[in-house]
Nanobody, 124 residues
Framework: VQLVESGGGLVQTGGSLRLSCEVS????????IGWFRQAPGKEREGVSC????????NYEDSVKGRFTFSTDNAKNTLYLQMSSLKPEDTAVYYC??????????????????WGQGTQVTVSS
């Protein structure tokens, strides 16, 4: 299983970025997948995750209405479209996958496989 992120960068407040994560070694109907982030001095937190049993992504409260999780099965890629970015969104963003499939989408458990991370910096 491998996950490779891309798409991070520096953006001004209110701007947009799209993160991509190309995966190999599994399919989206077998594994839970998600986006996480870790800001300096803070614990890692789940941003948005989706269980194949549920099909609908959940979102952390602070990103609801601003971030959108999507997948392209043909490209084995998941995306995180981020809009109306705020300085507090600054973090290293990771995509992750888990062979544990829960009934509903959740980021609230330890995922097994992780990408290398991509830095997102939002300037004020």
């Amino acid at each position: 299983v491998q996950l490779v992120e891309s798409g991070g960068g520096l953006v001004q407040t209110g701007g947009s970025l799209r993160l991509s994560c190309e995966v190999s070694g599994f399919t989206f109907d077998e594994y839970a997948i998600g986006w996480f982030r870790q800001a300096p001095g803070k614990e890692r937190e789940g941003v948005s995750c989706v269980s194949p049993s549920d099909g609908e992504p959940n979102y952390e409260d602070s990103v609801k209405g601003r971030f959108t999780f999507s997948t392209d099965n043909a490209k084995n890629t998941l995306y995180l479209q981020m809009s109306s970015l705020k300085p507090e969104d600054t973090a290293v963003y990771y995509c992750a996958a888990s062979g544990l499939v829960t009934a509903t989408s959740t980021c609230e458990y330890e995922y097994d496989f992780w990408g290398q991370g991509t830095q997102v910096t939002v300037s004020s």
